[in-house]
Nanobody
Framework: QVHLEESGGGFERPGSSLTLSCTAS????????VGWFRQAPGKERHFVAG????????HYDQTVKGRFTISKDDAKKTVYLQMDDLKPEDSAVYYC????????????????WGQGTQVTVSS
């Protein structure tokens, strides 16, 4: 199985930046997808960004494209989500998840999930 651990969440003012980290361990290999999802209170969980281990292509939801950047360290099996120009609408619990079939916008394709890290953006 795969263990995922998110870190880096916190409270930020609008317009500031924050970087989240997701460290994976266990049976995860090149070609596996790692995605970031977020869920705000009372709303469904949605895809934010994704990348495949060992590959360069990245994918973003249009609501964050241009502000958020996903990156990774393949050797350390760590994926980052750099969030710039944060807005109150970005407030949510952010989850890291892994997919055996590569990154996808659909959470049904992901097998393992981290516990989540809270991001709050408020003035």
């Amino acid at each position: 199985q795969v263990h995922l651990e998110e870190s880096g969440g916190g409270f930020e003012r609008p317009g500031s930046s924050l970087t989240l980290s997701c460290t994976a361990s266990g049976d995860i290999f090149k070609g596996f997808g790692v995605g970031w999802f977020r869920q705000a209170p009372g709303k469904e969980r949605h895809f934010v960004a994704g990348v495949n281990l060992g590959y360069d292509a990245t994918h973003y939801d249009q609501t964050v494209k241009g502000r958020f950047t996903i990156s990774k360290d393949d050797a350390k099996k760590t994926v980052y989500l750099q969030m710039d120009d944060l807005k109150p609408e970005d407030s949510a619990v952010y989850y890291c998840a892994s997919s055996r079939l590569g990154t996808s916008w659909s959470e049904s394709n992901y097998d393992y999930w981290g516990q989540g890290t809270q991001v709050t953006v408020s003035s």
